[in-house]
């Protein structure tokens, strides 16, 4: 296996559990705000730093209605991306665990917008 695919594999198989119906309150230890807009460049942030092996919960809000931001998709590409849908000013949480140096990627619906995950 090259070293690149271990890498995404460790990566991928360190998400736990993905999606809760209510994300954690705000100022969290590990909680990153994405906000999801087809007015303005996609996902802002469009780059974010994780932690490697600290709980992460990436919680995406679209706000606008124009765009493809009607689904995120993690590991875009990859054996076990994650595609979760984004109601409109509905919060959507993601948590994870990420092992292994970055960047990771994650993008709309259609691949348009994107962002990284950088792992330190």
């Known amino acids: 296996m090259a070293p690149r695919h271990a890498f995404f594999l460790a990566a991928i198989l ?31 942030p469009s780059e974010i730093q994780v ?21 995120v ?11 979760k849908s984004l109601p409109l000013n509905e919060p959507v949480a993601i948590e994870a665990v990420f092992s292994g140096p970055g960047p990771l990627r994650y993008t709309c619906g259609m691949g348009m917008y994107r962002g990284q995950i950088l792992v330190r």
Do not use: H, M, Q, Y
């Open 73 to 83: 998709v993690l590991f875009p590409g990859e054996k076990k991306e994650i595609r």
């Open 51 to 71: 932690k490697e092996g600290e709980k992460t919960i990436l919680v995406f809000t679209r706000k606008g209605e124009k765009g493809c931001g009607k689904e």
């Open 14 to 44: 360190s998400v736990l559990l993905a999606c809760t119906a209510t994300p954690p309150a705000n100022g969290a230890p590990g909680r990153i705000e994405i906000t999801v807009d087809g007015e303005s460049s996609g996902f802002d």
